[in-house]
Nanobody, 115 residues
């Protein structure tokens, strides 16, 4: 079992920045990849970013250099630095970690970008 707890969401004006954190606990030695999805009302869940244990990173096409994912294996935490936020980035951001064929999810944190 893996537990994921997100923090750092909130409201910000267009062009602003937020930093999300996701702390893992439980069977953390089993975690290889960690990352973020997001889901906006009426839209499908989409990949934001993922970081492998090796450090390799992949981003959703919409990110276009605005977001940066990082990982602190010592703290079992993954971070998502989001810059140049746009209203269309408004969504619930969910941390995930696939372990042995099971996708574990956090409870989600709301990000709202509005003037």
């Amino acid at each position: 079992q893996v537990q994921l707890v997100e923090s750092g969401g909130g409201s910000v004006q267009p062009g602003g920045s937020l930093r999300l954190s996701c702390a893992a606990s439980g069977s953390i030695s089993s975690i290889v990849d960690m990352g973020w999805f997001r889901q906006a009302p009426g839209k499908q869940r989409e990949l934001v970013a993922v970081v492998l244990r090796s450090g390799r990173k992949n981003y959703g096409a919409f990110v276009k250099g605005r977001f940066h994912i990082s990982r602190d294996n010592g703290k079992n935490t993954v971070y998502l630095q989001m810059n140049s936020l746009k209203p269309e980035d408004t969504a619930v951001y969910l941390c995930f970690a696939p372990v042995a064929g099971v996708n574990y999810w956090g409870q989600g944190t709301q990000v709202t970008v509005s003037s």
